[in-house]
Nanobody, 125 residues
C-alpha cells in the first residue's frame, strides 16, 4: 500500500512562486515506477501537470507549464516536489500527487493507482 500526502499549497499573486511537496509512504512490498502531479480547476476535468520516472529521473511536462514548473524527486526522503514559478491565475486549481507501480504513459491519469488528497493553489491577478 502507498500513501501520498501533499503540502505547500496556498495563495499567491500572479508572477509569484510556490513549491509543492508530496510525501510518499510505502508499506509491504510496494514499489513505484513513476510519480506525477495533476490538477483540477473548478468546473474542469483533472489534467496532468508533470510526471517523472523514479528510475532515471526522466520527466515530461504539459505544454501549459513548460519552462515555468519543475518536477523533482528526493528518493532518499521519498518526497516529490513541484516548483512553480511565474504563476498565472489559470494555474489556480487543486493539485494532486499520484504514483504508479507500473510502466505506462507518464502523463496519463489511467496509469496511476495511488492518489493524494490534494492541496489548493490559488493565484490572484
Amino acid at each position: 500500500q502507498v500513501q501520498l500526502v501533499e503540502s505547500g499549497g496556498g495563495s499567491v499573486q500572479a508572477g509569484g512562486a510556490l513549491r509543492l511537496s508530496c510525501s510518499a509512504s510505502l508499506s509491504g512490498h510496494s514499489s513505484l515506477v513513476s510519480m506525477a502531479w495533476f490538477r483540477q480547476a473548478p468546473g474542469k476535468e483533472r489534467e496532468v501537470v508533470a510526471g517523472i520516472y523514479i528510475g532515471g529521473g526522466r520527466t515530461k511536462y504539459a505544454d501549459s507549464v513548460k519552462d515555468r514548473f519543475t518536477i523533482s524527486l528526493d528518493n532518499a526522503k521519498g518526497t516529490l516536489f513541484l516548483q512553480m514559478n511565474i504563476l498565472k491565475p489559470e494555474d489556480t486549481a487543486i493539485y494532486y500527487c499520484a504514483a504508479s507501480p507500473d510502466f505506462g504513459n507518464l502523463l496519463d491519469p489511467v496509469n496511476y493507482k495511488y492518489w493524494g488528497q490534494g492541496t489548493q493553489v490559488t493565484v490572484s491577478s
